[in-house]
Nanobody
Framework: QLQLVESGGGLVQPGGSLRLSCAAS????????IGWFRQAPGKAREGVSC????????NYADSVKGRFTISRDNAKNTVYLQMNSLKPEDTAVYYC??????????????????WGQGTQVTVSS
């Protein structure tokens, strides 16, 4: 059973950077697309970014384009989300999801079979 663990969250000032990691155990990520999602208090979960199993296709929500970068290191069984120029509205719990059938044509949070437990990101001065 694939298990995902997010890490790297924390408190950062506006304009700062964080790098989130999504590490897998119990299986290889080689054949899985990975998505990053976030959920702020009182709001629905929203898609942030997606990377295909090969890494050849990525997609981003309009709100993070040009600031966030998704990447993967299959040798380390880990996917990363580099977040730069952070804004207070980026504050949320960030989750990663994995699924074999996702092609990353969008950043929809639906149809992911596996989820991590989330990591809190707080952007505040």
């Amino acid at each position: 059973q694939l298990q995902l663990v997010e890490s790297g969250g924390g408190l950062v000032q506006p304009g700062g950077s964080l790098r989130l990691s999504c590490a897998a155990s119990g299986g290889t990520l080689d054949y899985f697309a990975i998505g990053w999602f976030r959920q702020a208090p009182g709001k629905a979960r929203e898609g942030v970014s997606c990377i295909s199993s090969s890494g050849g296709r990525t997609n981003y929500a309009d709100s993070v384009k040009g600031r966030f970068t998704i990447s993967r290191d299959n040798a380390k069984n880990t996917v990363y989300l580099q977040m730069n120029s952070l804004k207070p509205e980026d504050t949320a719990v960030y989750y990663c999801g994995a699924d074999r059938g996702i092609v990353c044509s969008d950043v929809s949070p639906y149809n992911y079979a596996y989820w991590g437990q989330g990591t809190q990101v707080t952007v505040s001065s």
